[in-house]
């Protein structure tokens, strides 16, 4: 079993940054590749990024690419999402997963067999 944590989530202005992390403790870290994805209010979850076990392959949906960048550091069991240039619709609960899947299966939450509680992320306009 993997536990996650997420933090780093709060309220910033639009144009702003965060950056987000996620503690995994469990399994061995390295054996996952990871994913965030977020939630708004009335809307499904949705993929934001993920990253393969050697964090050399990263993906990204179109509506955070060129603002987002999703990074892991092994040692640490930590996997982090920098969000620049944000913007209110980036507004949503964040949530952290982990899966063994890959391939086709990481950019849906069905794909991801553990979850973090979530951090909630508002941004102001």
């Known amino acids: 079993q993997v536990q996650l944590v997420e933090s780093g989530g709060g309220l910033v202005q639009a144009g702003g940054s965060l950056r987000l992390s996620c503690a995994a403790s469990g399994r061995t870290f390295s054996n996952y590749e990871m994913g965030w994805f977020r939630q708004a209010p009335g809307k499904e979850r949705a993929f934001v990024a993920a990253?393969?076990?050697?964090?050399?392959?990263?993906y990204y949906a179109d509506s955070v690419k060129g603002r987002f960048v999703i990074s892991r550091d092994n040692a640490k069991n930590t996997v982090y999402l920098q969000m620049n240039s944000l913007k209110p619709e980036d507004t949503a609960v964040y949530y952290c997963a982990a899966t063994t899947y890959g391939g086709l299966f990481r950019t849906t939450p069905t794909g991801y067999q553990y979850w973090g509680q979530g951090t909630q992320v508002t941004v102001s306009s």
């Open positions: 990253i393969t076990w050697n964090g050399v392959n990263t």
